[in-house]
């Protein structure tokens, strides 16, 4: 069975799309712990990011770079933090989440309730970054 984030992909669930290449797709997090919170991941499914080929990890990381600098563009923060868990949902991706304090990126903290339109406008204006970059 496909995983959350292959039927994102492959358009049969909706999703806050900021960025997406041939191999790569980022998204803003539903769930988000800060505002700007987006997943980056590769298309291909793969669980575990360690199991990614070594072209493909590569690759995501520097999809991820470029997403981050758009988001920090947009989202006032000291810096964008990264943090790969994945043990939520068995497909291979990086959280970037805009930081003020390192206690910023705790994911026991309550996750921000935002409405349809801001998910919109945010994804919308990190969208508008990355094609300048």
Request: aromatic letters at 12%; a negative charge; charged letters at 30%.
């Amino acid at each position: 069975m496909a995983s959350i984030f292959t039927k994102i992909v492959n358009g049969e669930l909706p999703s806050y799309k900021i960025a997406e290449t041939e191999d790569y797709y980022a998204f803003l997090d539903i769930f988000p712990l800060k505002k700007g919170h987006t997943l980056v991941i590769p298309k291909k499914e793969v669980d575990y990011i360690f199991d990614l080929d070594d072209d493909l990890y590569k690759g995501l990381f520097a999809f991820a770079k470029k997403v981050g600098k758009a988001i920090e563009t947009v989202i006032p923060c000291k810096r964008i933090g990264i943090a790969v868990i994945g043990l939520e949902v068995p497909h291979a991706h990086i959280h970037l989440i805009p930081l003020d304090g390192i206690y910023d990126i705790d994911f026991k903290l309550p996750k921000l309730k935002l409405k349809e339109s801001e998910f919109e406008e945010i994804a919308e204006k990190i969208r508008e970054a990355f094609d300048k970059l």
